[in-house]
T-cell receptor
Framework: RKEVEQDPGPFNVPEGATVAFNCTYSNSASQSFFWYRQDCRKEPKLLMSVYSSGNEDGRFTAQLNRASQYISLLIRDSKLSDSATYLCVVNKGRALTFGSGTRLQVQP | DARVTQTPRDKVTEMGQEVTMRCQPILGHNTVFWYRQTMMQGLELLAYFRNRAPLDDSGMPKDRFSAEMPDATLATLKIQPSEPRDSAVYFC?????????????FGQGTRLTVV
């Protein structure tokens, strides 16, 4: 079983839609969590950290459920520019472990 | 705007040749990572350093790969001899580790093609 699992997608949604991604992790000792965004042929970029209490940054909301070992990312009012691959990342006191990513395609 | 700088951006080399990739981490960051990305495997950790000391290089094929940090402004990843299966994008990332938390920032990567 992979340490971090994500649905690869693609998620095809119209502009303005709300879309949610989930990610599960296997190690209950994991301590910090992130969402990264990666555009085609570019480097991953930190989107947001995920805190136990949940956190919001504009149209993006991240939540953590430690009991069920999953992390979610909600994007409201999708824009064309949100089209990218979203990587779930987990840290259990060593280096960051990346999921394989969920591809989002926002359509006009 | 501080950023991680990697060189070269692209490298095409023949099988058997030595390849050296360089990374300049963001000034003040205490942790440096090397990752490799392929379509099949996604992002895989090769090695990482904290305060220039190697902490984990278990993801690297030891017989051909080596990673070093000769000083705080330079990290290197070497492959000798290179093989076609090493073709991938190699990313360096740096961050500040506080407790067990590291927010990592990536360089633009080195796209390596071994023919």
């Amino acid at each position: 079983r992979k340490e971090v699992e994500q649905d690869p997608g693609p998620f095809n949604v119209p502009e303005g839609a709300t879309v949610a991604f989930n990610c599960t992790y296997s190690n209950s000792a994991s301590q910090s969590f992130f969402w990264y965004r990666q555009d085609c042929r570019k480097e991953p970029k930190l989107l947001m950290s995920v805190y136990s209490s949940g956190n919001e940054d504009g149209r993006f909301t991240a939540q953590l459920n430690r009991a069920s070992q999953y992390i979610s990312l909600l994007i409201r009012d999708s824009k064309l520019s949100d089209s990218a691959t979203y990587l779930c990342v987990v840290n259990k006191g060593r280096a960051l472990t990346f999921g394989s990513g969920t591809r989002l395609q926002v359509q006009p | 705007d501080a950023r991680v700088t990697q060189t070269p951006r692209d490298k095409v080399t023949e099988m058997g040749q030595e390849v050296t990739m360089r990374c300049q981490p963001i000034l003040g960051h205490n942790t440096v990572f090397w990752y490799r990305q392929t379509m099949m495997q996604g992002l895989e950790l090769l090695a990482y350093f904290r305060n220039r000391a190697p902490l984990d290089d278990s993801g690297m094929p030891k017989d051909r790969f080596s990673a070093e940090m000769p000083d705080a402004t330079l990290a290197t990843l070497k492959i000798q001899p290179s093989e076609p299966r090493d073709s991938a994008v190699y990313f360096c990332a740096s961050g500040n580790t506080v407790g067990d938390n590291t927010e990592a920032f990536f360089g633009q990567g080195t796209r390596l093609t071994v023919v």
